[in-house]
Nanobody, 125 residues
Framework: QVQLGESGGGLVQAGGSLRLSCAAS????????MGWFRQAPGKEREFVAA????????FYADSVKGRFTISRDNAKNTLYLQMNSLKPEDRAVYFC??????????????????WGQGTQVTVSS
């Protein structure tokens, strides 16, 4: 089992950058593939990015490709999301999640087993 906690959200102007962090408890962080999702007001939760357990494979939603970078430091039990060139439509609560399944659809939120509480990102125009 793993517990997750996000940080790094805040208010930023359009075109700016933020880096989100997700700290994981437990000694098995490196055995989980990880993902970032977001949920805007009145909308369903949507996939943002995912990374394999070793960090060698990453996957992005088309809406953030080229602007966001997912990474992880297994020695620090931490997942990151570097967000550049932020747009007002990136405003949402951002969640990190962990999955035990080695195969499946990385963008499918139902395949993730553990979730953080979320961190708010607001982008002003």
């Amino acid at each position: 089992q793993v517990q997750l906690g996000e940080s790094g959200g805040g208010l930023v102007q359009a075109g700016g950058s933020l880096r989100l962090s997700c700290a994981a408890s437990g000694r098995t962080f490196s055995s989980y593939a990880m993902g970032w999702f977001r949920q805007a007001p009145g909308k369903e939760r949507e996939f943002v990015a995912a990374i394999s357990w070793g960090g060698g494979t990453t996957f992005y939603a088309d809406s953030v490709k080229g602007r966001f970078t997912i990474s992880r430091d297994n020695a620090k039990n931490t997942l990151y999301l570097q967000m550049n060139s932020l747009k007002p439509e990136d405003r949402a609560v951002y969640f990190c999640a962990a999955r035990t399944a080695a195969i499946g659809t990385l963008s499918d939120a139902t395949e993730y087993d553990y979730w953080g509480q979320g961190t708010q990102v607001t982008v002003s125009s």
